[in-house]
């Protein structure tokens, strides 16, 4: 299997608009960055987490021709709103994409994009299966997925363990039994939003410490914003098993 980084910004992306910051303006491919998401892809399923607002570039990016599933961590803009871009796989597959969410992501779903759920049906609208999840394994696309969960200052989000690789952002908080789930991961990715603190994400030395707790072969930062520094910069000061992920960075691992 490949897990492939779509985008590994926060949720302005990198460059923002009309900063004119050393990180904004530098001319490194791996310091430009398409809000957070994640391609999780075998020989037979294509699975990609949250689709953000950059969710058709991406796509087109990364030239898939099918979605087998689409998951979301969590109902914020930043990685819900190019939803209405799956109508193109519709188009191809012929069929629905399966969506998979909490109860509370889904009733977001239905309020955002009330004219996908409408009678009679409107031509052309985006075709979804919603699929509710909790913490519980579950299947999707026919592979096992371990759910995780965080915490996103009071809100609650899954991060989600495929066999060897986990994938967490939009967290500041993840409990102790949930730790656990994470133990014996070869990869594990986390959000590292700045050096600062803030209210709802983890700092570079917050992820950096819960790195050394996990102690994964290998662990990478996403969901970055331009305050973090340039990605040249700082990948000489982090630990040799730890490295800032970048949009197209791919991690082949064995699934569960």
């Known amino acids: 299997m490949k897990a492939v980084f779509l985008g590994t910004g926060t949720s302005q992306g990198v460059p923002i608009i009309a900063c004119d910051c050393m990180v904004c303006k530098s001319s490194d491919f791996r310091d430009k960055r398409l809000r957070s998401s994640l391609l999780i892809q075998d020989e037979n399923s294509t699975i990609v987490v949250d689709s953000g607002p950059d969710f058709r570039e991406q796509m087109l990016r990364a030239e898939l021709k099918k979605l087998d599933a689409l998951l979301f961590t969590h109902a914020h803009r930043d990685h819900m709103a190019g939803l209405d871009d799956i109508r193109g796989f519709n188009f191809r597959m012929k069929k629905a994409v399966d969506v998979f969410c909490e109860p509370w992501v889904e009733k977001a779903i239905r309020k955002e994009f009330y004219y996908a759920f409408e009678e009679p049906k409107y031509p052309g609208?985006?075709?979804?299966?919603?699929?509710?999840?909790?913490?519980?394994?579950f299947f999707a696309a026919g592979l096992n997925i371990q759910p995780i969960r965080v915490y996103h200052h009071k809100m609650p989000v899954l991060g989600f363990r495929f066999g060897e690789f986990a994938y967490i952002t939009d967290a500041n908080r993840i409990p102790e039994e949930e730790i656990e789930k994470l133990k014996g991961c070869r990869f594990l990715v986390l959000n590292a939003l700045r050096r600062e603190s803030h209210i709802s994400h983890f700092t570079l030395n917050e992820a950096l410490e819960i790195m050394e707790r996990i102690q994964p072969e290998r662990g990478f930062l996403t969901h970055i914003s331009h305050q973090l520094g340039l990605q040249a910069d700082l990948e000489k000061e982090l630990p040799a098993n730890v490295q800032l992920a970048y949009d197209g960075l791919e991690i082949e691992f064995k699934g569960a």
């Open 125 to 137: 609208v985006p075709e979804m299966n919603l699929n509710s999840i909790d913490e519980n394994p």
